[in-house]
Nanobody
């Protein structure tokens, strides 16, 4: 069984910073892409940033230059450093990873979500 556990969500003022972390645990054979998605009230879940197993990162346009995704393959973790936060960044942030276990082919796994609120 595989679990993704996020941490780091909080209430922050506009212009502030937060760092989200996600740790994968369980019967993991290999982890491919890892990423962060977010879902604001009344909106669809959207991709924020992804990073390949080799470290290549990509971002949605609205966060480029403000957010940085990184991963530690030895620890099976992915992080999202969020700077210059705006009220429109308010959402529940979900960690995602494509993981292969010794017992099943690669598929997507999701964390439970962590709330980020940007407000004065």
């Amino acid at each position: 069984q595989v679990q993704l556990v996020e941490s780091g969500g909080d209430l922050v003022q506009p212009g502030g910073s937060l760092r989200l972390s996600c740790a994968a645990s369980g019967s993991i054979f290999s982890i491919y892409g890892m990423g962060w998605y977010r879902q604001a009230p009344g909106k669809q879940r959207e991709l924020v940033a992804v990073v390949s197993s080799g470290g290549t990162a990509s971002y949605t346009d609205s966060v480029k230059g403000r957010f940085t995704i990184s991963r530690d393959n030895a620890k099976n973790t992915v992080s999202l450093q969020m700077n210059s936060l705006k009220p429109e960044d308010t959402a529940v942030y979900f960690c995602n990873a494509r993981i292969r276990t010794p017992f099943s082919p690669a598929r997507d796994y999701w964390g439970q979500g962590t709330q980020v609120t940007v407000s004065s």
